[in-house]
């Protein structure tokens, strides 16, 4: 018998969650049915877009069900099979994270593609925040040599990842970053950093400063005073690619948005909002043909921030939203 721990939440959390809004449980997990198979993970992954499926209510995804397990991106080695073409010590990447032990039917997890890289980066730069990186710049910014390209939250998983690329392809990039080590860190890859804990006004001097040409490409990820000061520096015609809104998903109640959203009009901008899945759909191939090389051979850099054993979950999500992280934040099991 296999048992099972896993965390859960009993009630949909307003504001930034208590760390004791998280539940560590344990079950004893059900015989193998035939196509299932059972993963001990090694690896979580926690992103902020969990926030979300934390509050009650559909969006693009289902929100979590109250008292049962908890989901996330986790990577493992099968221990047990009954699957025919998986079989145990093969390692695979799934959504039973938030657990140590998952158990799930075949079709739902993903061997690891053939890239030697650590087994980690498949839930990082070469797993679903690098792909949102990659397909936000190629598919829905169509990003051009002769760009200049603002990303907000550029030191973390999707950021960092985007920042490189956009830099690699000719482009004058500038990232948002909240400490002076991230924007050094940014710094020596060529990227223009900016701090966003400063006043909206600050923020758009420092980015006019940053970028006096203008911007032509925006990669969001956090919103709030940081898209204000992004629309001013727009250059007619531009790209906003709207990827994630962090600043918002701890708010009680919608603050109001930015005072300048009719420059969407008068600079006759395209502001498109996407989800990793339905872009990279297809394109998957072409993302681990183009950027696995650059991971593998260490042209892409990309950092994690590791916390220590399945109980340290909640903690490594929650420090998220405090920018503790720099790269990718995971949580590493036995
Ligand atoms: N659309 C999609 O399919 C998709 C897929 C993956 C991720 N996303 C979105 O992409 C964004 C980045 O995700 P990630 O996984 O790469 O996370 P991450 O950037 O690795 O970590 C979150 C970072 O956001 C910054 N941050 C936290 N609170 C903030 C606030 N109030 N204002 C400004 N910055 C804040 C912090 O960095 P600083 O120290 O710089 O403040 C923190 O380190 C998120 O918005 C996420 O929801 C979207």
Redesign the pocket.
Known sequence: MTQSRYFTIGEHPEGLPERSLFQLESRELPELKDGEVRIRNHWLSV???MRGRMSGVKTYVEPFELNQPMEGGALGEIIESRHKDLKEGDRVVHMGGWRDVAQLDGSQVQPLPDIDVPPQAFLGVLG??GM?AWAGLTLVAELEASDTVLI????????SLAAQLAHQKGCTVIG????QE?REWLEARGIKAID??QDADAIKKALKEAAPQGVDVYYE??G?P?LEAALDAMNDFGRIAV?????R?NESAPSAGPANIAAVLTKRLRMQG????EWVKGHEQEFYQQVGPLVADGSIEYRETVEEGLERTPDAFLA??????Q???LVRLD
């Open positions: 992103d902020p877009y679903m925040p949102t907000s939250a550029a030191s973390g998983a999707v950021g948002s970053a909240g400490s991230k966003h804990h990820n956090v709030g940081m990827c994630g809104m962090i600043s998903y996407f989800i990793v899945h998220l939203f405090e920018g503790s992280n790269g990718k934040m």
